[in-house]
């Protein structure tokens, strides 16, 4: 009878977690989507249009000078996606930036929990989740979101790699995200180096 209560108790309380994180999680997507059309484009939220649009044009984002926009591939080939599928409006090039900043949490939760336990990876992904900063870059239609979710992802893969040994599986991933997420952002390969050996320093204990 005891055992019964007692299991009982445990079912109703992961119930009741299971709920609230839905209900986080549903407030987090709402407060990264709601009136996302309204704001107009801002000036760099302009070339990045641009840049798309032209993908779609001529397969590679050419613009009108001649150039091409190089500097965040990954990105404009993630919004022409969103607009070949959507069509274009504020909403479909904004999505992406949004799906990519969900991804981000997810990344964040499983990497600190892996190096801090479940609490500090759940109020870690809290804080994030209604962070005003997450939420305002989130609906950016911009390279910062995936830029952030590649660097993450290539930091958890780099542990992988350094104490876990998975060599074969670990370092293919680790160079997909560090390869990708040069594009993202001109800065990225001083931030990977940077980082990279703070990294290794930081968490050497934790293996």
Known sequence: MLSFSKNKHKNILTVFFVVIILLIAFWGIFL???????????????YSVNAALST??????????GLTYNDHLPSTYAIAGAIKIF??????????SVIFNLLFLLVIF???KRFFGITTAILTTLF?????????????????????LLFWASLYFFWDLIYRRT??????????????????????????GVSGGRFSRLFAGHQ
């Open 32 to 46: 990264r989507t709601y009136n996302l059309d309204k704001p107009s484009y801002w000036m760099d939220e302009g």
């Open 128 to 148: 994030l989740t209604f962070s005003y900063w997450e939420i305002a870059w989130a609906r950016q239609e911009r390279n910062y979101a995936l830029f952030q």
């Open 87 to 96: 069509g274009h409006s504020n909403t479909s090039t904004r999505l992406p």
């Open 56 to 65: 779609l044009e001529h397969g590679k984002p050419l613009l009108d000078s």
């Open 110 to 112: 499983l990497f600190t």
């Open 167 to 192: 060599t074969k599986n670990a370092l293919v991933l680790r160079k997909v995200f560090r390869v990708f997420s040069r594009r993202p952002h001109t800065q990225n390969p001083k931030y990977h």
